[in-house]
């Protein structure tokens, strides 16, 4: 349909603009403004964009016939044009990055809020909030963005909002390189993904999303994409892989914890990081293109969903866990993405964002309250003392763990769900004869499209696929369960074991941070009331079942347009008791693990110490993160320096001792060439340049003197 | 027999004066050189011992007319060459003569307070910069390898004294001594490689030289002579090679960037490297077009050796500014590793002349790196302790904290440089790996495609120098104390550089109408050529049009 | 391309060779001869040219009359052709052109030499 406010919806634009003006105004006057009018700068930005988030969001359901809502864009102004490279700054509001929108502003209002409690005595405040504000903006472009390009411009913006946050706020050495490395790993990320819009334009020549679309989801014009889909989907899967810390590129986010933790909780847990998740979700119809690339998808976030949790369970920092379960939940996004759920994927994105933000938040809390003591060893006991945040941080705990109303649960068996029974079908004009497709159709969807409403054969590859991702998704679920049960009861529970010094000092947190994780802890309960599972909202009252599949319905429209492929149940229509088992396999796993949590750290405390005994190895390999940073340092970081080294040596010798008279000159002459170094350099360079000229022109003359 | 008549033709066309017309070539360069010589008549009658700033404020001023000229000529360029075929008078050459005039006055303005605090408080400084902006001019609207290379002469000796100009510090004698030796050895080279291609074409006009040696290629039994042209069109490009710092002809640029005074190094590697890469598109493109001495896909002409100097130029450059203390060795590795992308620009841009309008990433590319550079190079200038400059990392400790705002330029600088949007810098990077992108996949030559694909990933290792920049100057305790020399020119400076690295990055429409159409204006080039540029035309016009 | 149209050439190489040879040789035949030191080096501008450069230092003042004399004399170069062509240049009509070009020609020329002037170039000590 067509949208209300064609092209000129300018509510969009503000959403965008209000941040950066906070960020403006903190950035440039904020050392000599009042330090109250500065937290009133940063969160009145935000809630004014927030506010415009609204707007905009009431205006979109407007437009709505019952049916769609269609978009809303904004064209800001024409950015590039230069014959074949067309680009303007515009914007697009649809359910997509309504959803997405809503969670930055809402969330990061919250944790601005927040951080005026937290940073309350740092004396640079004005600045950190500037780069909070900063971010926001870069974050907005990034979802908001109509095109490729914006999207990217936010996608390096927030990356480097993100290291100036990491790296500018403490002056020592490990954090400055955690900045650095958490750069250098996203400009990696950046390149690929660059590359793939490269290649994506240099086909269709557009990078707007609703053209690109268009495309994609016409069966006769998307034979045009599919020879690409494959390497443009790796490509920009690779950028997402480095942005949202999948494997090979997720080794920056658990240093990245260096930064503040009201940024690790805004930028590593809640939006940042799920940019990969969103622009696959954004770009579903090229993926969806090849069987192939979800199947990449689907099986890299599994591995890396089982990997990061098995390194979380070791770990004694309380960031640090946090972290890890960040790269394991976004690992369970990709594979929501990978089994064709985007849906599903969007979901746990946002109660993801509500309870990671509460859990980090509560651990800024502690870690506050503790004076900048992360080290679970040293706590303990900590209920009495901070009972306001004990209790936003079992809720998270609670959320995060899959445990049946909180809105974790819903996500996470959304996504297990749809892992067991997605199968994929695929259907472009002229392509069903190739044999590509015959390859596709064999492994993937025998009974092709016509099969729809009825339970499917699907046979090898397809059904392997499906199991192993539904069951290392099962097993990290519970392992979830436990390693945040296990931190939950280490902080919480059992004796204090902080020195007396640090126990007299233990507080409660001022209310601005309350108000935060209050907000966030009810978000985080609530937040899954939107997507029941299919088999309880089937005995919902009429009235409310739309609303109890909210989430399905609002997205319906973004995600189930194509002509190209579908997504159908195997298990049929209504697999009402199939769906009910898988949900009580998570239900019993996440059990199973906080049992064990329970029985480890707080019955049997002397439990953790004779597995530990047992598993030295094990444990050694775990702690040490599967050694993963060594070999990258080995592999690339080396090299490098070996290479620079190399070449640093041939750029000061190489004409001095091989070239330039050999041996007999240098011992005849040394020591004038010591006293007169410098004019005999200059002979040097001259006796150099001559020489790489030499070589070029033998290269152009005699070109076989080369090989 | 044809060349006995035109060369009698021009003899009767040297003794009629130029049309009226044709004055406007000089007018950039005539009003910068009137500028120089009123300067040192002023100076003559400057008091002793009261500072110079007015001095050096009246040559910005000079230059910013100088500049102004350029835009004011931007619609009455002319299609044929002027003064005896020596000089165009196209917005190609414009573009590069404002250009040159911003560079030299940005770099103007961060002296004054740099030399008071060496004590060498001398006019000469102001003077050996607006001569040398006036060789640049001329340099960038030759159409005759005379007028280049005189050009290029007068371009480059100021520079020689300017390196060398705190001759009490004996390092920038040093650096002074080696550009010159260097210099002057690389300028015989390139007049050898002219005289070369004089014997074999008995012409300097670049168009006839372009005309002649198509005679040559066509005619039998002329190999010897056409050999003698290939050695020539060598020569020529290693000594633009030279004067952009392309590896392996990049061997004087870390010691002379560390002795000379920090604005001339500003100087030396935005408008030098600038104009040499106009020199070299100008004398490449218009004068050896063939495709013999072109080769391209490694058929062994030019443009491969372009390819295999950008890439080594990309690579050397990063990787060894890794290993780097001092910041301004740093900065010159990287400025051979900016030498590698435009390079790389120009490679892929000329391999066809179907992809002559690519050029317009190195224009605006060298845009983006003259503000980006003479901001940091600003920044650095600013600091100074007992006459002494900033100069290695552990020197910038602490600075960015004491001084927000020179935190601020040099963040915006250095995130320019690595290619962050939204400033200049990534826009420029973004073309430049654009159009090499689409050559390879228009030409599905892979070898462009790799080229780019190298470019970006030493891009990527590059932004671990520069961030060291920025943790230096904001998280590494202060080691020595360093004073800002308080002064307003470095100020409007640095402001200026850091206004333009954001307004390319996030405006950059007009700049990249403005370069297009400096491409499209472009003169003397092949029919071939011309075709690709009428289309541009036609595009530019419709789209002007559409608005 | 005849050998005949380099007679013109090979005669006057010729003659230059006798020319000078006769000279040195009348020289060394004719001349008396009282050497000094400074007789027997080569003309460098005063200074030593095989010395080391640390032992002996030069003054600069012969450099700034070298310079300045070949400055002036390469004026002189430029200028004497102009004012035997001037004529035919009057005659086609082009007069002022070509004057006013040697004019701006000579002006910045006397603008360096006030500027030398005012330097102290001009001085010997």
């Known amino acids: 349909m067509e949208p209300l406010y064609s092209d000129s919806f300018y509510f969009l634009g503000l959403i965008v603009l209000m941040p950066l003006l906070g960020a403006i105004i903190n950035g440039l006057f904020g050392a000599k403004l009042p330090r109250n009018l500065v937290n009133w700068v940063a969160c009145g930005a935000m809630a004014l964009s927030f506010a415009f988030a609204l707007v905009s969001l009431q205006a979109l359901v407007n437009q709505g016939n019952g049916e769609e809502v269609g978009h809303l864009s904004y064209t800001a102004f024409q950015w590039i044009f230069s014959g074949s490279l067309n680009a303007e700054i515009a914007f697009l509001f649809d359910p997509l990055s309504a959803v997405l929108v809503l969670i930055i502003t809402g969330v990061g209002l919250l944790i601005h809020i927040y951080s005026t409690g937290y940073m309350a005595e740092d004396p640079s405040k004005w600045r950190y909030f500037a780069y909070l504000n900063l971010f926001v903006f870069a974050m907005l472009l990034l979802a908001l963005g109509k095109n490729m390009l914006v999207t990217f411009i936010g996608w390096e913006g927030v990356g480097m909002a993100s290291y100036l946050l990491i790296g500018f706020w403490y002056s020592d050495a490990d954090k400055a390189a955690a900045g650095q490395k958490a750069f250098i790993v996203n400009r990696v990320g950046d390149f690929f993904f660059l590359l793939g819009m490269f290649i994506l334009y240099f086909t269709v020549g557009t990078w707007d999303y609703l053209e690109l679309e268009a495309l994609a989801t016409n069966t006769a014009t998307a034979a045009l994409l599919l020879p690409v889909a494959l390497p443009v989907g790796v490509l920009i899967f690779l950028g997402c892989t480095g942005k949202s810390a999948q494997i090979p590129l997720y080794v920056w986010l658990p240093d990245a914890m260096a930064g503040p933790t009201p940024v690790s909780a805004l930028i590593h847990a809640a939006t940042m990081v799920t940019a990969g998740v969103f622009l696959l979700s954004r770009i579903n119809w090229i993926f969806t293109l090849d069987p192939n690339l979800m199947a990449i998808v689907a099986v890299v976030g599994s591995l890396t969903a089982l990997m990061a949790a098995t390194i979380a369970i070791v770990q004694t920092d309380i960031k640090k866990v946090l972290a890890y379960s960040t790269v394991s939940q976004l690992g369970f996004m990709f594979m929501a993405v990978g089994v064709g759920s985007f849906t599903a994927a969007v979901f746990h994105l946002m109660t993801h964002a509500f309870f990671k933000a509460l859990l980090f938040l509560a651990a800024g809390s502690v870690i506050h309250g503790m004076h900048h003591e992360q080290d679970m060893r040293k706590m303990g006991g900590l209920k009495k003392y901070m009972p306001w945040t004990h209790a936003a941080f079992l809720i998270g705990t609670l959320a995060i763990a899959g445990v049946p109303f909180f809105a974790g649960f819903y996500s996470k068996d959304f996504i297990l769900w749809s892992a067991l029974s997605n199968v994929h079908v695929l259907n472009v004009v002229g392509v069903l004869e190739t044999a590509q497709m015959e390859m596709f159709t064999t492994t993937l969807a025998p009974a092709v499209v016509a099969a729809e409403g009825h339970a499917l054969e699907v046979l090898g590859g397809a059904l392997f696929i499906n199991w192993f991702v539904f069951i290392v998704g099962v097993l990290t679920a519970g392992l979830t369960a436990f390693y945040m049960f296990r931190a939950y009861f280490m902080t919480f529970h059992g004796e204090c074991r902080a020195d007396e010094e640090t126990k007299s000092h233990i507080h409660e947190s001022p209310s601005a941070m309350l108000v935060a994780l209050l907000v966030l802890s009810f978000l985080s309960v609530v937040g899954g009331y939107i997507g029941w599972p299919h088999f309880i909202a089937a005995v919902f009252p009429k009235g409310l079942k739309y609303y109890a599949l909210g989430l399905e319905h609002w997205l319906a429209e973004v995600f189930v347009v194509s002509d190209t492929y579908r997504v159908i149940g195997r298990f049929g229509e209504h697999p009402y008791l199939a769906e009910g088992l898988a949900a009580a396999t998570s239900v019993i796993i996440a059990g199973v693990g906080i049992g064990l949590a329970y029985l480890m750290y707080v019955k049997r405390t002397d439990l953790p110490g004779v597995i530990h005994a047992r598993v030295t190895k094990l444990h050694y390999v775990l702690s040490n993160k599967y050694f993963v940073d060594e070999g990258y340092f080995a592999a690339f970081v080396r090299p490098t320096l070996l290479i620079g080294k190399v070449m640093t040596w041939f750029d000061k010798n190489i004409i001095s001792g091989l070239l330039v008279g050999g041996a007999a000159f240098m011992t005849q002459n040394l020591g004038r060439i010591l006293r007169n170094l410098q004019s005999g350099n200059v002979q040097r360079y001259a006796t150099y340049i001559s020489l790489a000229l030499a070589l070029v022109v033998l290269a152009i003359f005699y070109p076989g003197c080369l090989a | 027999m044809t060349m006995q008549l035109l060369s009698t033709l021009n003899t009767l066309a040297m003794l009629t004066p130029p049309q009226g017309a044709e004055f406007a070539a000089i007018v950039p360069g005539m009003i910068v050189t009137l500028v120089a010589l009123a300067f040192i008549l002023i100076d003559v009658f400057h008091r002793k011992g009261t500072p110079r700033d007015y001095l050096a404020y009246f040559s910005v001023i000079g230059l910013g007319v100088g500049a102004a000229s350029s835009w004011y000529l931007w619609d009455g360029t002319l299609e044929a060459p002027t003064f005896f075929g020596m000089l165009y008078l196209d917005r190609f050459a414009l573009f590069f003569s404002a250009l040159a005039c911003v560079s030299g006055a940005l770099a103007i303005l961060c002296s004054p307070a740099v030399l008071r605090s060496h004590r060498m408080d001398r006019g000469e400084y102001y003077l050996l910069v607006l001569f040398s902006v006036v060789g640049m001019i001329f340099m960038a609207a030759s159409a005759d390898l005379l007028s280049l290379f005189i050009a290029f002469e007068i371009m480059s000796i100021p520079i020689y004294v300017l390196a060398g100009f705190l001759r009490e510090d004996s390092r920038s004698a040093e650096a002074s001594m080696k550009y010159f030796v260097l210099g002057a050895f690389s300028a015989a080279l390139m007049l050898y490689g002219i005289a070369l291609i004089y014997g074999a074409t008995g012409t300097t006009n670049l168009e006839m030289i372009a005309q002649n040696l198509y005679y040559l290629e066509g005619g039998e039994g002329q190999h010897a002579g056409f050999g003698l042209a290939m050695l020539g069109v060598l020569l020529i490009f290693s000594g633009f090679a030279f004067k952009v710092a392309a590896v392996p002809f990049h061997i004087w640029t870390p010691d002379v960037y560390t002795g000379s005074p920090t604005p001339v190094v500003g100087f030396m590697a935005t408008a030098v490297k600038a104009i040499a890469f106009a020199g070299l598109l100008r004398v490449f493109v218009v004068a050896f077009p063939l495709d013999v001495l072109r080769g391209g896909f490694f058929g062994y002409g030019w443009i491969d050796i372009a390819f295999a100097l950008a890439a080594f130029s990309m690579v050397l450059g990063n990787v060894v500014a890794l290993l780097q203390n001092n910041v301004k060795r740093m900065l010159a590795y990287s400025s051979i590793a900016h030498a590698g992308y435009l390079l790389l620009g120009f490679t892929a841009a000329n391999a066809h002349p179907r992809f002559f309008l690519h050029n317009d990433a190195i224009l605006f590319y060298l845009v983006a790196y003259t503000f980006g550079t003479i901001g940091s190079f600003a920044v650095l200038s600013y600091f100074s302790r007992r006459g002494e400059s900033v100069e290695t990392f552990e020197d910038l400790g602490q600075l960015g904290i004491k001084y927000p705002m020179m935190g601020l330029v040099m963040g915006i600088s250095i995130f320019s440089a690595a290619g962050i949007p939204p400033t200049a810098g990534f826009l420029g990077k973004f073309y430049i790996f654009r159009s090499a992108i689409d050559v390879g996949m228009q030409t599905d030559e892979f070898s462009f495609i790799g080229l780019a694909i190298l470019g970006v990933l030493s891009s990527v290792a590059g932004v671990y120098y520069y961030l060291k920049v920025l943790i230096y100057m904001y998280m590494k305790p202060e080691k020595r104390a360093f004073r800002p020399l308080e002064h307003t020119g470095p100020k409007v400076a640095m402001v200026v550089c850091a206004v333009m690295t954001l307004y390319l990055g996030i405006f950059p429409a007009r700049a990249i109408e403005i370069t297009q159409e400096s491409i499209i204006d472009f003169q003397g080039v092949s029919s071939a050529v011309q075709a690709t540029l009428d289309l541009g035309q036609q595009a530019l016009e419709a789209r002007q049009a559409a608005e | ?125």
């Open chain 3, 1 to 125: 391309m005849l050998i005949a149209n380099y007679i013109p050439l090979i005669l006057l190489v010729l003659v230059a060779i006798a020319v000078v040879g006769g000279i040195i040789f009348a020289a060394e035949f004719f001349g008396p001869k009282n050497p000094t030191r400074e007789k027997l080096m080569p003309y460098e501008s005063g200074s030593d040219p095989l010395s080391e450069p640390q032992a002996s230092r030069f003054s600069v003042k012969f450099y700034m009359v070298a310079i300045s004399f070949i400055l002036f004399d390469l004026e002189t170069v430029f200028v004497i052709p102009w004012a035997m062509s001037w004529r035919e240049s009057a005659a086609m009509g082009h007069g002022f052109y070509s004057f006013a070009v040697m004019a701006l020609f000579l002006a910045i020329l006397t603008i360096g030499l006030v500027y030398e002037w005012s330097q102290g170039g001009l001085e010997w000590d």
